[in-house]
Nanobody, 115 residues
C-alpha cells in the first residue's frame, strides 16, 4: 500500500520560512518522480515544484528563487524548503508521487502566511 505523509505546515509570518517533509512508503522511492502541489481556497490545485529520480527539478514561476525541492532516497522522503514566504503562498500543500505510471497523493498540510 502506497502512503505519502506530509508534515511541517503551520502558521508563519510574511518573510518567514518553513520546511515541508513528505515521507513515503510502499514504493521504490528512488525511481519515483516526486512533487509538491498546492491549493488555495477557491483556486485550482497547482504544481509548486517537482523533482525526478535523477535529481532534476522544476518550479512554478511564482516560487522560483524562494522555494527549493530536494529528496533523500535513503529516507524515502522529499522536502520543500520555503523561504521569503508571502500571504499568497497560503494554501494546503500536497505531496505527489508518480510511480510506475500511477499517481499518488498525500492528504495535505496547511501553510498559512499571515501577520
Amino acid at each position: 500500500q502506497v502512503q505519502l505523509a506530509e508534515s511541517g505546515g503551520g502558521l508563519v509570518q510574511p518573510g518567514g520560512s518553513l520546511r515541508l517533509s513528505c515521507a513515503t512508503s510502499g514504493i521504490i522511492f528512488g525511481i519515483a518522480a516526486m512533487g509538491w502541489y498546492r491549493q488555495a481556497p477557491g483556486k485550482q490545485r497547482e504544481l509548486v515544484a517537482g523533482i525526478i529520480s535523477g535529481g532534476s527539478t522544476n518550479y512554478a514561476d511564482s516560487v522560483k528563487g524562494r522555494f527549493s525541492i530536494s529528496r533523500d532516497n535513503a529516507k524515502s522522503t522529499v522536502y520543500l524548503q520555503m523561504n521569503s514566504l508571502k500571504p499568497d503562498d497560503t494554501a494546503v500543500y500536497y505531496c505527489h508521487a508518480r510511480y510506475l505510471g500511477m499517481d499518488y497523493w498525500g492528504k495535505g498540510t496547511l501553510v498559512t502566511v499571515s501577520s
